[in-house]
Every structure is written in structure tokens, then in C-alpha cells.
């Protein structure tokens, strides 16, 4: 079964529109919670993590992300996307004790110039 | 900065062939991931390892193996490639604990004919 979905396959945005890329785990534990971003031509990194405390994490590049406990959410955020956002990105958890990750299907995010 | 490095960028195999895929950490991490990345699959892992000697199945081990001899060197095998194993295949490593970041190769892509 799917732990992580992420709804949107392919955003596409002009530049300055504000984004938010949905992510719904399906797990009643603890949860880590992960932001990565593919650019193009480069390696998967790490954009934002939650793990505790304050639900709305800051990440790098102006995006953050807010848990909702209630509605197993872990949405990314950022008020102005620029062209150099486009990528694809992947929200993904570590459940309960696990060591590994569980990656949603990800977003390919195009923002127009 | 942490450095991960995969042996091949692009390898072009026959069905059949044993495939060895390999995986350098610079870093001293404890955990070393295999996945394999498809279009609107996102990440699924392979396999991964806690500690030298060590194994786990991820998702979809089937078809593959693993082997672990240095606590730097992760390598993935495929016994006897098949066209469904045409992919693109990333490693990652990370500290031990759930709350570490994983640090990504730049990926090998994988072709079976």
C-alpha cells in the first residue's frame, strides 16, 4: 500500500505565483518528514525535514513546509517560485523506528519565465 | 561536504548479463540505500544496509542482491538483467538514526537490451 502520496504529477507555474505541492502520508505513528528536490542534471537533496517542534519548517531557497498532524499532511510551500525552481520534487517519510525512507511519486514542478 | 559516488553514469547491458553496480561514501555513514527511480513511481528502494555484512530488503528486492564488505562500498547486483530492469538507479547513504538526511549519487541509468 502507497504511504505517501503526493496528488499533483506536473505543476506548472509563471513566475512570482505562489506554490504548494500537496503530501499525505498514511501511517498512525510517528513520522519523519521529508522534502527532496531533483534538479535537472543534478543529484536528489535535501530541501526541508520535520521531525519535532514548531509544525512550519523553513528550508532552503525560501520554501517551507507545515505538518498537519490531523490531516497527515506535509505540504511544500513558497510564496514566489522562480524559473530556477523548476524540478522535481519528493516528499517522503521515515515511519515509526525504520530506518529507510518511503518517497511519494513526486512533482515535476515547470515555472515559466 | 559528504560525497557520493556511483561507478558507471550510463551502462548499456544484454538480457541475461549479471550487472554490478557500485557505490562509494566518503563520509562514514552507517547506512547505505539502493533505489530505483521510475517515471511516476518515484523512488522505490531496493535494498539497504545498517552496517557491514548487513542487508535488508526494501520494497522490491526481487531480482536483485547486495553486497557489503567495506562500511564505504555498497554495491547492488543484478544476477541476470531483464528488460524490466531498465532504469535509473540511485544510491544514498546517511548516518545512523531516523532523523539523518540521506545524501544522494548522481545515479546510474540502465539500459537492458
Known amino acids: 500500500a502507497q504511504s505517501v502520496s503526493q496528488h499533483n504529477h506536473h505543476v506548472i507555474l509563471s513566475e512570482a505565483a505562489s506554490l504548494e505541492l500537496g503530501c499525505n502520508y498514511s501511517y498512525g505513528g510517528t513520522v519523519n518528514l521529508f522534502w527532496y528536490v531533483q534538479y535537472p542534471g543534478q543529484h536528489l537533496q535535501l530541501l526541508l525535514k520535520?521531525?519535532?517542534?514548531?509544525?512550519l519548517v523553513k528550508g532552503i531557497k525560501g520554501f517551507e513546509a507545515e505538518f498537519i498532524k490531523s490531516k497527515f499532511s506535509f505540504n511544500l510551500r513558497k510564496p514566489s517560485v522562480q524559473w530556477s525552481d523548476t524540478a522535481e520534487y519528493f516528499c517522503a517519510v521515515i515511519l515509526g523506528s525504520a530506518r529507510q525512507l518511503t518517497f511519494g511519486s513526486g512533482t515535476q514542478l515547470t515555472v515559466l519565465p | 561536504d559528504v560525497k557520493v559516488t556511483q561507478s558507471s553514469r550510463y551502462l548499456v547491458k544484454r538480457t541475461g548479463e549479471k550487472v554490478f553496480l557500485e557505490c562509494v561514501q566518503d563520509m562514514d555513514h552507517e547506512n547505505m540505500f539502493w533505489y530505483r527511480q521510475d517515471p511516476g513511481l518515484g523512488l522505490r528502494l531496493i535494498y539497504f544496509?545498517?552496517?557491514?555484512?548487513?542487508?535488508e530488503k526494501g520494497d522490491i528486492p526481487e531480482g536483485y542482491s547486495v553486497s557489503r564488505e567495506k562500511k564505504e562500498r555498497f554495491s547492488l547486483i543484478l544476477e541476470s538483467a531483464s528488460t524490466n530492469q531498465t532504469s535509473m538507479y540511485l544510491c544514498?547513504?546517511?548516518?545512523?538514526?531516523?532523523?539523518?538526511?540521506?545524501?544522494f549519487g548522481p545515479g546510474t541509468r540502465l539500459l537492458v537490451l
Open positions: 544514498a547513504s546517511s548516518l545512523d538514526g531516523n532523523q539523518e538526511t540521506q545524501y
Open positions: 544496509s545498517y552496517d557491514v555484512k548487513m542487508k
Open positions: 520535520y521531525f519535532s517542534g514548531d509544525p
